[in-house]
C-alpha cells in the first residue's frame, strides 16, 4: 500500500526532534512497517542524518522494518506465558512456519512477532493472529489453525 | 438541562454543596442507581477482550435486539478479578447489580434469560453488589465479602470495573473533579504540596521516593516552564496495573495529573504510555476531550487563572523507560539512555526545565489524600509505608488479578488468603516480587509484609507492582535464564558493565542449562569458570551501572543463588532439572509395561538412541538421549516419561 510521507511529515512541524517519534510511529500504522524511503524522508524532514534516524528507530521494539504478513502472529513472552510454556508454542510456530521473530514467510501470509505481556495471564500462553486472541492451544491445535487459514486465502 | 448543565452548575461550580431532592435523585440516575430499564454491564478491558468479552459483548446486544428488549449495554474496565473473565453483570430496575463469571458468548443466552425472568443461575454467579436503596437477591453472597476483595483496600481501584470509563459524567456523579476545583479554589500549590508530603505518599513506580518532596523540589524551582509527566510506560513483563486503571477509570488518573500540575506549577503535562495498551490510549484520549468538554482543561480553568494541557505520547516501548532521564530522552525524540543524576530532573529535565515525573498509581492515590486529608491516607499502612500498594499476581495462584493491599500485608496473605493459594493443589515454592529485576521470595520469607523498607532489608525490591507465583514445576534456573534474556535485550547500551554484563550472566546460564556435546577440555573449563564468576560478576554490574536498571539487574539471580543453590548445583553437576523444564537437561525413560513396541518412536529419533524390536518394549540408551523430546511427543501410550 503506498502511503504520502510528505502528507504525513507536513502534518509536524518541520525540524522539530519531538515530532521524529510520532511521525514514524504514524508512517508505521499507516504502511505497516518503516521503509528505507520513509526513514531517509523523515530526516531530511526533521533535520537528522538518516542514519541517526535509523540508529534511534532500531533502538526501539515497535518498530519494524519488513512490511507484515497478510496474518501476522504474536506470541506473548510474558513471565506468566513462559511459565505455561509459550516457549515451546513458539518452537512450535518457528518450525512449523519456517520463520523466526521478526520474519514473514515467504510466500507473505504469515509473520512473527514476540511481544511484550498481552495481559491475558490468566489464559497463558497466548497467541494473536491478527489481533484475534487464541488461548490454549497445543501443537496439534496450531497445525490446523495455520492450514485453516491457507485455505481460507 | 443536560447531564453537561447540570454537573457543572449544580456540582462542579455550586458554592454550597447543599443538593436538593430533585438533583440528589439526578446524581442516583447519573450514577445507575436509579434506573428505568435494565442495565447490562461487560467487562470490556484487554484481559476480558482476551477472554472473549467482545463477543459476550456482541451477543448480548444480539439477544436483547432479538428479545427485544429495552435495555442498556455498558463496557466497563477490569475489577481485577482476571481469572473469572469475561463479567456480566445485570441489573434490574429496583434490584441490585448481580455478577455472573466466566460467560462466553454461548452462556449468554440461559443466564439472561433465567435472571429476566427472575431465576439466579447459581453456576455462574460470582456476588452482586449491595446497596441500601436496591432489592438484594436472596441466597447471592455480597461480592465484598468473596475472600478475593474481602481483604483487599481499595483505594487506586475503587471504582475500576463499576464505572463507565468512557463517560465523565458517571465520574463526576461521584464526586469526581470536586476534589480538583477545591484544590484551585480554597488552597495554595505549596498548601496541596504539603498535604501530599504530609500524607506519606511514596513514588509506587519502584524507587520509593517520596512524591511530596518531588514535589516541592519542583516547585521551589524557580523557572518559566515546569512539566509533569506520568510515567505509564510499564513494560514489565507481567505487570498490568497502569493499563487496568486507564482503562477502567481513567479520570482518577486525570484529576491526579491536574492537581500534580497545579500544585508544582506545570501548565504542560505529558501521559508517556506504551503503544502496545491500544484501548488504554482510546480511552484516555476519549477521557481528555471530555475534560475539554467540561471546562476542565484549557486556559484559566473556571475563571481561576490556571492553565492546564494533556498531551499524551505514544512511547514506542522499552523497559529502560522506566528510568526517569530515559523517559525524557524519549520524549525529546532521542533514544531512551538514561543521564547521570544530578541534576534531578524536579530541577532540570524535559526540554531542561524543572519536571515532576510520576508514576500512574501515585498519581491516582493523590485525588484520595486531598479529598479526605492526609491522616485517613497516613493512617493506613506501616510507619514508612502508608496508603495500598497495586499488585498484578499472576502465575501459578488459583486466582490471578489486580490485588490492592495496604502495606504491611504479609505476602503469605496476598498469595493464600487473596489469589486462593496455588493451583491444582501444588506445592508452592517461590514469588517473583518487582518484576524482571526483582527478586524471587521463598516460602520461609512469605511472612514479609508489603513494605519498602523490610522487602529492601530482605534483599528484594517492591517494584512496579508485579507478582509472579511459581509452583514446584517452575525451574528457578529456566525462570533467572528468562529475566536475563530480558533485561540483556532491554539493557539500553550505554554503560558496559550492564550492556556486556547482563549477557554474560544469560550465556552462563545458557551453559549450564544446555547438554554439552562433549564432557572434556575446553567446554567443561569454560562452563565451571562462568559459574565461579557468577557472583562476582552480579556485584561488579550492581556497584558500576549508570542506572537503576543495571544498578538492579542482578536481583534475580543473587536472589535465586541464594534459596535455591541446590538446584543451581543440581544443573550444574548433576546435569539434572527437577522441574524437567530445562529442554536439554531431560532424560526420557520408557515404562515398559506401558511400552507396545510400535516403533512409532524409534523411527522418529534423531540420534538413534531409542533401541528395541517390533511388539517388544523398548529402552533409550541415555548417553545418546539429546533430550529433544520427540518421542515423547509421538508416543501414543503414555509410555515416555521424564526423569
Known sequence: MPIDIDVICSRYKKGSREALLPLLQEIQEEAGYLSEEAVVAVGRYVGLPSSKVYGISTFYDHFRFMPKGRYHLQVCGGTTCHIEGAVSLLREIEKLLKIRDGQVTRDGMFSLQVVNCMGACSKAPIIAINGEFHTVLSAGDLALLFDVIRKRA | MSDREFLISEILTAKAPDHGQAALKRLAEIRRERIKRPVIYVGTGSCGIVAGADKTLQATRNYLSEKNIDAETVEVGCIGLCSAEPLLDVQLPGKSRISFRNIDESLVEP????IFNGIVPQDYVLGQFFNPLHQAYQGVDDIGQLPFFKHQHRIVLANCGKIDPQNIADYIARGGYQTYLKCLSNYTAEKVCDIIDESGLRGRGGGGYPTGRKWKTA??????????????????????????????????LLEGIAIAAYAIGATKTYIYIMADYQ?????????????????LLGYNIFKSGIDLQINVVVSPGAFV???????????????????????????EGLFRKPTVINNVETLSNVTYILKNGPQAFNSIGTATSKGTKVFAVTGKSAVTGLIEVEMGTTLKNLVFKIAGGIKDEKQFKALQIGGPSGSCVPEQQLSLPVDYESLWEAGAIMGSGGIVVMDENTCM????????????????GKCIPCREGTRRIHEILENITRRPPSETGHEVLERFKGIMQLEGLSEVIRDTSLCGLGQTAPNPLVSAMKWFRDEFEEHIFDRRCKAGVCKELRVFYIEVDKCTGCVACLRKCPTNAIVGQPRQPHFIIEDKCIGCGICYDVCKFVAITIK
Do not use: W
Request: glycine fraction near 6%.
Open chain 2, 477 to 492: 534456573v529456566d525462570m533467572v535464564k528468562f529475566f536475563m534474556d530480558f533485561l540483556q535485550q532491554e539493557s539500553c
Open chain 2, 219 to 252: 516547585h521551589n524551582t524557580v523557572s518559566d516552564q515546569k512539566y509533569l509527566v506520568c510515567n505509564a510506560a510499564e513494560s514489565d513483563p507481567g505487570a498490568f496495573m497502569d493499563r487496568a486503571v486507564i482503562e477502567g477509570d481513567p479520570h482518577a
Open chain 2, 111 to 114: 443466564v439472561l434469560d433465567d
Open chain 2, 321 to 347: 523507560c522506566g528510568e526517569e532521564t530515559a523517559l525524557i530522552n524519549s520524549i525529546q525524540g532521542k533514544r531512551a539512555m538514561p543521564m547521570p543524576k544530578p541534576p534531578h530532573p524536579a530541577v
Open chain 2, 279 to 295: 484501548q488504554a490510549i482510546r480511552h484516555l484520549r476519549t477521557a481528555i476531550a471530555q475534560m475539554k468538554e467540561y471546562g
